[in-house]
């Protein structure tokens, strides 16, 4: 089953704007990772938040945490259309090495 | 290190044949993972092994699916009898089994059932 849930499923914005999606999950987690997958490609690790954690950046990543409402963003800011993608949070599940991921927000940056 | 290598890229297969999906995890890596990708239910854990022994295999769909770990750099996933429904990509990833480590995901096998 899946424990993640991304909103939105789709989202358009124009290279320069920031993108926002966010990921809802159910149970109580260890932490939380955003996967970003490339067309027809396997998933890649962008970034990891620790659930003791509110907020966390890497480069022009922005992810934050809020565990009691059991939901995280993801933050692009000044997108490029090389962003264009599909993104996945993912929890551990069961306080092991279980990953479960959400359905996914496909990004399109146009340029 | 190659990262997580799988095959085949892509199969083509007639319903009712068998189809055995291979994967090589990361050298080092002691825990493995298979998914399952559709339009329509998004990305899902079939089986996962720590160790080569298999945890947790509730996301295997039914009796005509199987995973196997023989040893710590080789698994396959097996179909049989293959279904249309089960055309879909299908993962490999592995890890170290220590919560919050990251997963690498291996290219995927495309696999089509006509």
């Known amino acids: 089953s899946q424990q993640g849930e991304e909103d939105p499923q789709a989202l358009s914005i124009q290279e320069g704007e920031n993108a926002t999606m966010n990921c809802s999950y159910k149970?109580?987690?260890?932490?939380l990772q955003w996967y970003r997958q490339n067309s027809g490609r396997g998933l890649v690790h962008l970034i990891l938040?620790?659930?003791?954690?509110r907020e966390k950046h890497s480069g022009r990543l922005r992810v934050t945490l809020d565990t009691s409402k059991k939901s995280s963003s993801l933050l692009i800011t000044a997108s490029r259309a090389a962003d264009t993608a599909s993104y996945f949070c993912a929890t551990d599940v069961h306080n092991n090495n279980d990953m479960r991921f959400g359905a996914g927000t496909r990004l399109t940056v146009k340029p | 290190d190659a990262g997580v290598i799988q095959s085949p890229r892509h199969e083509v297969t007639e319903m009712g044949q068998e189809v055995t999906l291979r994967c090589k995890p990361i050298s080092g890596h002691n825990s493995l993972f298979w998914y399952r990708q559709t339009m329509m239910r998004g990305l899902e854990l079939l089986i996962y092994f720590n160790n080569n022994v298999p945890i947790d295999d509730s996301g295997m769909p039914e009796d005509r699916f199987s995973a196997k770990m023989p040893n710590a750099s080789f698994s396959t996933l097996k179909i049989q009898p293959s279904e249309p429904r089960d055309s879909a990509v299908y993962f490999c990833?592995?890890?170290?089994?220590?919560?919050?480590?990251?997963?690498?995901f291996g290219e995927g096998s495309w696999l089509t059932v006509v």
């Open positions: 938040i620790r659930s003791n954690e």
């Open positions: 149970t109580s987690i260890n932490n």
């Open positions: 990833a592995s890890s170290q089994s220590v919560s919050g480590n990251t997963i690498y």
